[in-house]
């Protein structure tokens, strides 16, 4: 059985970010080691919602969303560009916010290129890295990157077009139920 204390509570925050709102989990102590936690595609910090009160007791945990994801603003296209170099930059800059020396990065999926990016930033900051599913996604993309990736790198209408059917519901919903043999056990506000 596990004991209440590994069930601290979890904080819903704003932060302005370079001129966005970045919405972030936090729980934990303050004077406890920094874990940085980073979502994947197409997710949000609510991916780790029953691993953020386990980890409480011992970690200082912070989970952003990335802008356009969860419950952060999203800024315009005209105004924000939508690369990995940018979202680090945006991560970087809550954890300066946040006061933020040395910390651990969990990776997943989409988080990775974001964490990567941290880590190479600042090597003697990190203390840890904790990857999951966590690719290098290349800087020429290919297979299934490379729709997404066109539609990143120029953002033209025909580019927008061919991406849709990985935002839409049917897209974003095969996502989570592809080979799963029994779709009653995955949560549906995924």
Sequence with gaps: ????????????????????????????????????????F??????????IPRLSDAYHVIAPDYPAFGHSAVPDRSTFGYTFDHLADVVD???EQLGIGTFAIYVMDFGAPVGFRLALRHPERLSAIIAQNAPLYPEQPRGW??????????????????SRSYLDL?????????????????????
């Design 1 to 40: 059985m596990e004991s209440a204390s590994r069930t601290g509570p979890v904080h819903y925050r704003t932060a302005a970010v370079g001129g966005v709102n970045v919405f972030y989990r936090e729980a934990g102590p303050d004077s406890r080691p920094v874990v940085l936690l980073l979502h994947g």
């Design 42 to 51: 197409p997710s949000s910090s609510r991916m780790f919602r029953d691993l």
């Design 93 to 95: 800059g809550l954890l």
């Design 145 to 162: 990157w490379a729709t997404l990736g066109q539609y990143w790198a120029d953002g033209s209408a025909a580019h927008r077009q061919a």
């Design 170 to 190: 049917d897209g974003l919903r095969g996502q989570y139920l592809s080979g799963v043999q029994d779709p009653s056990l995955i949560d549906p506000d995924n």
